[in-house]
T-cell receptor, first 114, second 115 residues
């Protein structure tokens, strides 16, 4: 089985722009979670989608949004980018989104905001 | 609220030495606990997990961890470090917030293995 894929792998944007990141889960997985990883804050949970519905959301401003499509692929969008949004964005997939399951992570998208 | 504390943001060991990475958790309900590893420029990979079965959990690459309820700990060990173990290690605990489940990660411990 192919693993979790994320595109693009690297992005450079300027303040005020918006960005869309994509995540394709492992085939058959219906839950996709997104995390932001920074040196200062570590791994922080953004949101989780299951069967096209957002089930859980972390403590991030409304500039961060996401969606999931019927094929379980997910996108996250960040509008009005700020310098502090520079981070590695990771997505992870599981079959059903329960915490006892192993989360399978993609390689991440590294976003640099100038 | 569930949380995880990893003691030591950096740990350095010699090749062949014991690896001990510390993790303490806080949880008001029986937790599920995980250790993940992240190699440079890669995502996270599961090393092992505790889901209320055996308290000594064996994982991949020779790692193991012991769940100690009395100490609220889930420390990760490996008897003999290898150069390829150099990576960042994350402990995580299951959390139930507002009826939804998610993982809460520690800040991570970067392991350096010296030849």
């Amino acid at each position: 089985k192919a693993g979790v894929t994320q595109t693009p792998r690297y992005l450079i944007k300027t303040r005020g722009q918006q960005v869309t990141l994509s995540c394709s889960p492992i085939s058959g997985h219906r839950s996709v979670s997104w995390y932001q990883q920074t040196p200062g804050q570590g791994l922080q949970f953004l949101f989780e989608y299951f069967s096209e519905t957002q089930r859980n959301k972390g403590n991030f401003p409304g500039r961060f949004s996401g969606r999931q499509f019927s094929n379980s692929r997910s996108e996250m969008n960040v509008s009005t980018l700020e310098l502090g949004d520079s981070a590695l964005y990771l997505c992870a997939s599981t079959l059903a989104g329960t915490v006892r399951e192993t989360q399978y992570f993609g390689p991440g998208t590294r976003l640099l905001v100038l | 609220a569930q949380s995880v504390t990893q003691l030591g943001s950096h740990v350095s060991v010699s090749e062949g030495a014991l690896v001990l990475l510390r993790c303490n958790y806080s949880s008001s309900v029986p937790p599920y606990l995980f250790w993940y590893v992240q190699y440079p420029n890669q995502g996270l990979q599961l090393l092992l997990k505790y889901t209320s079965a055996a308290t000594l959990v064996k994982g991949i690459n020779g790692f193991e961890a012991e769940f100690k309820k009395s100490e609220t700990s889930f420390h990760l060990t490996k008897p003999s470090a290898h150069m390829s173990d150099a990576a960042e290690y994350f402990c995580a605990v299951s959390a139930v917030r507002g009826g939804s489940e998610k993982l809460v990660f520690g800040k991570g411990t970067k392991l350096t293995v010296n030849p």
